[in-house]
């Protein structure tokens, strides 16, 4: 749209005839005439009377302009100081915007980093088995040391069977895997004693935290990438 046919709608969307507004602005009716024509460039006083009289800003009146209409009049002092306004703002907004996606982008790499590589949520585990209880007053190791513990000799062959027999039905295996080492060996107080669990292997287990960490990462990626293939459309 020219800036005749710009001025020409907002007059008659204030339902002025051209000598209202001629009279409003303080110019002749041949020249508000030539202007709407696209006959004549106004000066930057006289834009400056015309957007008065129209009750308008400036910025009202360049908005539906085509870029050959806004160059035509780019040397007037008022527009030339609007559209560098508007240039900078446009320029901060589409910085703005390529910062912010670069951070999406920054953030994707970070966390399937921090996913991928298991640094800060471990996946190594430190396993503990314990064959049974242990009652009170029996040492620690009694399922692995009771048959030493009987004196040797035929006579005591039925009390090791006996023995056999109670160690086997009490065996009771449990395995516990904790994340940081706890030592050789684990005490813990259970109902008819304790059990003692000792370090058996360091084992992989699976978080699901670091899979989540990845698959976010890359959603937030996408969102990166579609940022700068949106910029071009956007602050085309």
């Not at 050959?68 to 240039?87: F, H, R, Y």
């Not at 890359?218 to 990166?224: A, K, L």
């Amino acid at each position: 749209m020219s800036l005749g046919e710009q001025l020409k709608q907002f007059r008659l969307a204030k339902k002025l005839s051209q000598p209202d507004l001629a009279a409003l602005a303080g110019i002749e009716q041949s020249y508000l005439s030539k202007l709407e024509n696209d006959k004549a460039i106004p000066s930057n006083e006289i834009l400056r009377k015309l957007t008065s009289a129209l009750d308008i800003n400036l910025s009202m009146l360049l908005e539906k302009l085509s870029p050959e209409s806004i160059s035509a009049i780019k040397q007037l002092p008022d527009v030339e100081a609007l559209v560098m306004k508007q240039q900078q703002h446009s320029f901060n907004k589409r910085r703005n915007w390529l910062l912010c996606s670069s951070a999406f982008i920054v953030l994707a790499v970070t966390l399937f980093f921090i996913g991928y590589s298991k640094l800060i949520f471990s996946e190594l585990a430190y396993q503990y088995e314990s064959p049974g209880i242990v009652k009170e007053g029996e040492h620690k190791g009694i399922f692995r040391d009771w048959a030493h513990l009987i004196p040797a000799g035929a006579e005591q062959q039925y009390l090791r069977n006996t023995k056999r027999i109670e160690m086997t039905q009490r065996r009771d295996d449990r395995v516990i895997r904790v994340g940081s080492w706890l030592g050789n060996e684990i005490e813990k107080p259970v109902e008819g004693g304790v059990r003692y669990y000792a370090f058996d292997k360091e084992v992989l287990v699976a978080n699901p935290v670091n899979a989540w960490l990845q698959a976010i990462a890359v959603m937030i990626f996408m969102i990166g990438v579609m940022g700068f293939v949106l910029e071009r459309k956007l602050f085309k």
